[in-house]
């Protein structure tokens, strides 16, 4: 069941990035008010890094801005790190109630 959970709250995080990173595409376009970088970046750390990425390169918005063009991909690495590092510990004894 918790599993459950995760993979809600996953799908949440990178709806939630599509939405930013199109927002703050059409925000661009009119002269709106933006999204910030950091609030961007933010949702990329807390698992919507590859939905943001993805949805970056597609509507063509931050593509040449080097902190999200090799900061998202770093994030990506560290996250696939991290859960490597979780199964890993888990299935070698680590206990996770």
């Known amino acids: 069941m918790r599993e459950y959970y995760i993979i809600t709250a996953f799908i949440a995080v990178n709806l939630w990035a599509i939405c930013l990173t199109v927002y703050d595409k059409r ?3 009119k002269g709106a008010r ?3 970088e950091r609030t961007l970046l933010l949702v990329s750390l807390l698992g ?3 939905a943001m990425l993805v949805t ?3 509507v063509r918005h931050k593509t040449k801005h080097a902190k999200f063009m ?3 991909p770093v994030i990506i ?3 696939i790190a991290a859960t490597i590092l979780f199964f890993w510990w888990k ?3 680590g206990d996770i109630s």
């Open 77 to 79: 690495l560290l996250q």
């Open 70 to 72: 090799v900061g998202i």
């Open 27 to 29: 925000a661009a376009k």
């Open 48 to 50: 919507g890094s590859i």
């Open 56 to 58: 970056m390169r597609f």
């Open 34 to 36: 933006r999204v910030r």
């Open 91 to 93: 299935n070698n004894g």
